[in-house]
């Protein structure tokens, strides 16, 4: 059930993909050697070893930065709400997106400096699935914060095939559970549904591992064919869906689950339509969700304001982790704003001080639900970036076979530690 270190599974769905794990973990064994040092420092500590007049004056001082409606947004709204980028002397706007191709036409376009990204998108972008540009990352905004969630007449059906303990389910949930909801769906001719945010997200392959790992096929990408709805051979349809349309679009009837970021997962439970079942913590603990995104081209013309943004997004993470997750009301205070998430702070709450509701009543610890700072959560590790990559090549959306150089050589492309 929880996602191996070896990023492989014998189960039958898994297109053969060789990498050399030596190599993957030798950079973040190395690195997280040399933080253990760093973190042993209070979390107070915010003056950095780098001052800012050290750094250099900021190419550019006015920017804009977009992101989507989510909570793990949050670092971007702490450091624009706290001052942290004024004391870097940058004067940023913050803009919700609509959708997340949307967010990364405009980085691609310059209409935006940089974005909240999914980990994925700029190596999906720069390998040229999608629309091709050279995108790179210096930040790792946050571990885990997604969640599974089906309907509630799914969750209905799939109840009898999970073990109970004092009347609650047992957690975590396989989608070994699910299985017979989706064959009962296959005998009675009617397709199976579930919602990702994106085709390169976090979000899409953890959905499909679960999925695959349950037995039900989540069905494959043949970009070479013209084919990239990813429903190839699928038991289970795949499509995307924007994240705040999550809950309104399973109520509807369009989709009978979904995999989504907080606040959506428990915005279901609120509304009383759906049950979450599982969360991305419980399938890959600590698992590197969403980038701090800038265009290669951007990085270059202003490689001071870059490090200027990452020392106040840091310096935002650090806060948002403090005093284990003492500032975190604040937060969901900040975040409940229109202008960021915009939902119910009792909604936000929920998820983001450290528990996480399931069925309805059914509230249970999860300190590390969301992390911002915490188990070097904002280093972009050249090990996260191959697991993504490797991904890409399980449910072909890259189509050819490639050698452990290049998934290597494209992970130091796209992120950039240095930084």
């Known amino acids: 059930m929880k996602h191996q270190s070896s990023r492989s599974t014998s189960n039958v769905l898994f297109k053969n993909v060789k990498i050399s794990m030596r190599k993957i973990y030798q950079s973040k064994t190395i690195i997280a050697t040399v933080l253990t040092g760093a973190l042993l420092l209070p979390l107070s500590f915010t003056s950095f070893a780098i001052s800012s007049d050290a750094v250099g004056y900021a190419e550019k001082e006015e920017l804009k930065f977009g992101f989507i409606k989510l909570t793990d947004m949050a670092p971007l709204a702490v450091a624009y709400e706290k001052g942290y980028f004024e004391d870097e002397g940058l004067y940023v706007t913050l803009e919700a997106q609509a959708n997340w191709k949307v967010l990364l036409d405009r980085v691609i376009d310059g209409e935006l400096d940089g974005a909240h990204m999914l980990a994925g998108q700029p190596l999906g972008a720069t390998i040229g699935y999608g629309t091709k540009a050279h995108i790179v990352t210096a930040l790792s905004m946050d571990l885990n914060g997604n969640g599974i969630t089906v309907s509630n007449d799914v969750w209905a059906q799939m109840k009898a095939n999970i073990p109970h303990e004092n009347g609650l389910p047992v957690h975590p949930i396989k989608a070994d559970a699910l299985k017979p909801v989706v064959d009962k769906f296959a005998s009675d001719g009617k397709a199976f549904k579930m919602g990702m945010v994106f085709p390169v997200s976090t979000h899409n392959y953890e959905l499909r591992y679960w999925l695959a790992a349950g037995g039900i096929h989540p069905g494959y990408y043949a970009p070479h064919k013209g084919d990239t709805s990813g429903q190839i051979d699928a038991q289970a349809q795949l499509s995307v869906t924007p994240p705040p349309q999550m809950p309104s679009t399973m109520e509807a009837g369009t989709i009978n689950g979904y995999c989504v970021g907080e606040p959506w ?53 650090m806060w948002l982790d403090q005093n284990n997750n003492a500032n975190r009301p604040e937060a969901v205070k900040i975040l409940a704003k229109p202008i960021y998430v915009g939902a119910d702070e009792e909604v936000i709450a929920n998820s983001m001080t450290g528990t996480f509701e399931y069925e309805k009543g059914d509230k249970r610890e999860i300190p590390d639900f969301n992390v911002f700072f915490r188990h070097n959560a904002t280093y972009p590790y050249y090990s996260d970036a191959i697991w993504y990559l490797t991904q890409m090549r399980r449910w072909g959306q890259i189509s050819e076979a490639k050698t ?9 492309k796209v992120y950039k530690p240095a930084i």
Not at 265 to 286: C, H, L, M, R, S
Not at 404 to 412: N, T
């Open 265 to 317: 997962n428990q915005q279901a439970v609120f509304k009383g339509i759906g049950v979450p079942v599982i969360t991305d913590y419980e399938i890959w603990k600590n698992n590197p969700e969403k980038v701090f995104g800038v265009s290669a081209a951007w990085a270059e013309k202003n490689p001071n304001t870059h490090i200027r943004v990452v020392k106040a997004m840091i310096r935002a993470a």
């Open 404 to 412: 452990d150089d290049w998934y290597i050589d494209m992970a130091k």
